[in-house]
């Protein structure tokens, strides 16, 4: 019995009434946050939601090793059309191998590209900015399942505060400066406990 | 040996009949590498080599005549054991699989059905020569000495007492092809229909030639050319790894023909494309870890052929003293290694954008930047790592030459 538990517990495509198989989850780099995070860890093949108060308050600082780590094996990590230029000084010192970085200028196709490069299955991380599209659920919908296609996990990066209220997403964060994280939706059936957590510079360079 | 005769008896003075020529050619090439032009309308093609693949020569002349049916030309073919003289039948739409048979109809050829000059068509009637076999009786010094050594030697090729050198045609080495329509374009179903096709005739090319694309450079030319600057709709496509994956092409020309815009109708298509020797063939296997690998490069084709060539970039550190200046978009395999080990901030503005000193909260600093000096061109600032009210953290400098003032530059995010 034990063995066909373990055995299930490997496929995530096998419906198993209300028993929800664990979903794979990658190390945040930071215990802090991986404390909180259900799965402990950033879930593979799915789509993440961040929403950081004002560009550049901390989405960086919470996703940079991880995409170093994707970047040093050798798995290429995609950033569609992010709203400033990133420093290479600055990425390349935070771990991440640049020539793995690929970035892709677009301000209209951001998201159809976003569905290809996850359905090809190829890249390490995917990071995309819906800078000012309004996004509806279907373009989430959508990104979903292109996760599913492959073990990334997709960033997708919104300011906007007309984001639709349902999600298909795994996880929902909010991010203000400091920065303080807040998890605002987990697919999990409980309602969140102290679902806040302030990231100060400390505990980031401790973990 | 055995010759197989093509002679083309539709009207071929046309300016497109170079191209035909060659597509007929390319065709032929399926079933010999020995072939050639003898003259404009006649090609001549050794298929001993390939009766072994056809069970008989029946069945390679029905293929042939089925890979010729959309040219819509009129031709007449013949055999012949050589190739001067398999022109000749071709001529006449003989078949003449063996010496004896040939030496017979030859003896019984009229001299004006030969391909001989007109000027020495008539010397040998004035002799009382009709025939071939009629020449060919002569004793052979009296042959030269009155109609001279090149009708001798031509008609000694046609009887195979002579060998004919011949000059095969191959491939040419740049693909180039020309579609003239006859019925012009409008919609871009219809184009891609025609490069579809194109498609198929290239990745034919490409194997034979034992060679894989690089890049394809297609001009679509209109009806009536507008003004200079817009005179013709050219799209280029370059794959990211060489490859002659027809599927793959396919796809990458409907995103690139998704983007176009029709102005015009167009009567013309003209296809080349740039190929190398130089690529190693896909690998099937069943354990080859690295497979993905192999399909990267199809997915940055795929987004170039939608986003454009310069939308897939990698960013690189440039060895420059001013921060604005100090990165390149560059591909990712290009990337220079990293100059020196300063505090940075993750995002930089596009440009510096001025700001107010009082709603800062100054952390770090200063980093001083002091350049240009030398060039008249002087610069000087004095960064600094600074709080938001809002608490964002930003980099910020103060800036002495050539403008005063505060700027904003980049954000830790």
Known sequence: MEALQQLLNTRTDIWRGR??????????????????LPGHGWPCG???????????????????????????????VMLISPPLIPCPQAWAQAGIDLTRLWIVRTQSHSLWTAEHALQSGLCGVVMVWSNNTRLTTTHLRRLQLACEYGHAPCFLIDSDVNRPVTTFSALRLTIAPGPTVTLTHTRRAQPLKSNTLKLTPRTLSAS | MSWLGLYFCSSQDHEQWPQTQQWIARVAYEYSDQLTWLDQVTLVVEIQKSQKLYATPETLLTHLTETLRPLRQQYRLGTAPNPMAAGLMARLGTRCDNQASLMNVLDHCLIDLTPLPDQAQKSLYRCGIDTLGAFNALPIDQRVRRFGQAINLHIQKLYGQQPTLIEPWHPQDQYYRRIDLIDPITSKQRLQHYLDKACEELKSWLIKRNQALTAVMIRCKYERPGSANQSDLTFELTLAKPSFDQQHLKALLTLKIDQLTIERPINGIVIQCESTSQHTPSSNDLF??????????????????????????GISPYPHHQPEHAWRWRQPDQVNDLDNAKHRPSWLLPEPVACHRDQLVLKQGPERIETGWWDNNPCQRDYWIAQEPNGRTLWVFHEHKPRMGWFIHGIFG
Do not use: F, Y
Request: neutral net charge.
């Open chain 2, 288 to 313: 080859d870890r690295n497979q993905q690998q192999g399909d990267w490069p199809q997915l940055l084709d795929h987004l170039k052929a939608r986003l454009g060539e310069r939308a897939m970039t």
């Open chain 1, 19 to 36: 028993v929800q198989p664990p979903t794979p989850t990658v190390s945040t780099g930071q215990s802090a946050l991986d404390q909180r």
């Open chain 1, 46 to 76: 799915q789509l993440i939601e961040l929403q950081p108060i004002h560009v550049g308050c901390g989405e960086l600082s919470i996703t940079w090793p991880l995409l170093a780590r994707q970047t040093q094996r050798g798995q290429p």
